[in-house]
């Protein structure tokens, strides 16, 4: 009989509301996809879920404060490829270790990364860009957050081989606004942000680094493509809670997102907005963690700390 019972905090939890911490400023990437999930989690689980901004050193402020957060199932971190992977090497003096101080609960989507610049930027395709940014290294700036952004833009300096300006933001909904008014030239952003301002024509995409097209931006080129098929990168969305939350509360909150990204008006939504959803297999906590390993070993070599 023991063996069959549930533990008594599976049974009962949720008894109240849930906090999902998003390590950015709202309105961005991140804080679109954690809405967009936890809006439906939260009718499965019979709580709401608060979402909670909290943002500063990209990414990193927050995440700390959710690894050292109660591990009751009561805190959870939106975290992505920014916050569990790049910011290893980014933040040599990072106060948590992404596969240490987490229980991997679920990933949630995958983001193809663009690059986008303000809509007056002088080039018209990705060959002028090159050209452009090289001649023009000392004068260009690149928006980004210290994360996601700031790390696939390296990636792209490092194959052009300049250091242009970088220009901090706490999130890239903000960095986007300030894309749109033109007080910046260029940013490598996840697709999530960049849809809307795309369709809207408020900015230039000059291609997306992933080897497919993607359905929701048809027109816009791939990096290789467009002639820089060096230049490959997609990040994701993920949540995690503190480290020895009970097996039993991460699978009631797997099982939750799995549900959301099964739902027609949820799938709709991220696919609108260019994520990649998920398949079966990379949906458990286990892929998750093992996504998380990867991550970090891929972007370990390419990244330097970033202050
Ligand atoms: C955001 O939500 O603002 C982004 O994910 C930040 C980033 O990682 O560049």
Known sequence: LC???APAEAQTYPTRSITMIVPFAAGGPTDVVARIVTAHMAQTLGQSIIIENVVGAGGTTATTRAARAANDGYTLIAGHMGTHAASVP???KLAYHPEKDFEPVAL?????ILILARKDFPPKDLREFVTYVKANAEKVNAAHVGSVSHASCELLHSILDIKPVGVPFNGTGPAMNALVAGQVDYMCDQIVNAVPQINAGTIKAY????????????S???TAEAGL???QAQAWNAMFAPKGTSPAIVASLNAAAIKALDDETVRKRLLELGSVIPGPKDRTPEALA???KNEIAKWSPVLKPAT
């Open 3 to 5: 063996v069959l019972a």
């Open 90 to 92: 980014l933040y040599p």
């Open 108 to 112: 949630l989507a995958g983001t193809p």
């Open 207 to 218: 291609a997306i680094a992933t080897a497919e097209r993607n359905p929701s931006l048809p």
């Open 220 to 222: 816009v080129p791939t």
């Open 229 to 231: 098929p060096a230049f």
């Open 290 to 292: 093992t996504l998380v």
